[in-house]
């Protein structure tokens, strides 16, 4: 349960070891990461260009479609 406020600490040293407590925390989970290697960021990054050449492509044939038949329906 929450501190009374008899036994709580100061504000200022509360917040500083607060923040000191959170940026060690944010350290040790850094040091836990793994980056992809140049081989697979090149792969995804071809992958993702790919993905949305092919959106793109999809996307544009639907406006083209659309715009085609609201141009019958509205001469």
């Keep these: 349960m929450a501190k009374d ?3 709580r600490e ?9 923040t ?7 350290m040790a989970e850094l040091r836990k990461v793994t980056f ?3 081989k697979e960021a090149i792969a ?5 260009i ?3 050449g092919v959106i ?10 659309l715009a085609w038949g609201v141009g019958k329906v509205l001469p």
């Design 5 to 7: 406020v008899a036994e």
């Design 10 to 18: 100061p504000a200022s040293v509360g917040w500083v070891q607060g």
């Design 20 to 26: 000191r407590g959170y940026f060690e925390d944010v």
């Design 36 to 38: 992809p290697q140049r």
């Design 44 to 48: 995804g990054t071809i992958g993702v």
């Design 50 to 52: 790919v993905v949305v």
């Design 56 to 65: 793109t492509l999809v996307l544009s044939v639907v406006d083209m479609v």
